[in-house]
């Protein structure tokens, strides 16, 4: 019963228990990217650890799933609001459906949910839906730090 998931934008704790063959036999996207250099995703404790932990600037991590209506509905936003900062920040996308250890990991119990790391570090974050006004809010109090 590892895949039981509840409706709406929560996801039960054992929904994000994915077999690891899983991880490495599936389609890398579903649903493009904007994927400017700046948006990239994540499918992995290693890739995780190079791309978002060892990064020289801040980075968003965006924990999603393809079934999620707030997801979708975040997602393409976010990605534009950074794509427009030209590199001073990047976003990593995980698809909690494939990299559950990694949202175990991270105590993620809804998406959307998306914190800020800096220098290796998880600096901020929030979970649901906000405004594009809260969003900026978001971004900007990553990069004053």
């Not at 998931?5 to 890398?28: E, H, I, N």
């Not at 979708?72 to 990299?99: C, T």
Request: proline share 5%; aromatic share 10%; hydrophobic share 40%.
């Amino acid at each position: 019963m590892q895949n039981l998931f509840r409706l709406g934008s929560t996801l039960a704790r054992s929904a994000v228990a994915v077999k690891p063959t899983l991880m490495t036999s599936r389609v890398t996207q579903f649903r493009p990217f904007s994927q400017g250099t700046f948006v990239f995703e994540i499918e992995s404790s290693d890739d995780f650890n190079e791309k978002v932990i060892q990064s020289p600037v801040p980075v968003i991590v965006d924990f999603h799933a393809d079934w999620c209506g707030p997801c979708q509905a975040l997602g393409p936003r976010l990605e534009e609001k950074v794509n427009g900062q030209s590199g001073s920040v990047l976003l990593a996308k995980i698809n909690v459906d494939y990299a559950g250890e990694l949202a175990m990991d991270y105590g993620i119990s809804a998406v959307p949910t998306v914190f800020a790391f800096k220098n290796g570090e998880k600096v901020s974050g929030f979970q649901g839906v906000l405004d594009d006004e809260q969003l900026d809010e978001f971004i900007e109090n990553i990069l004053a730090d």
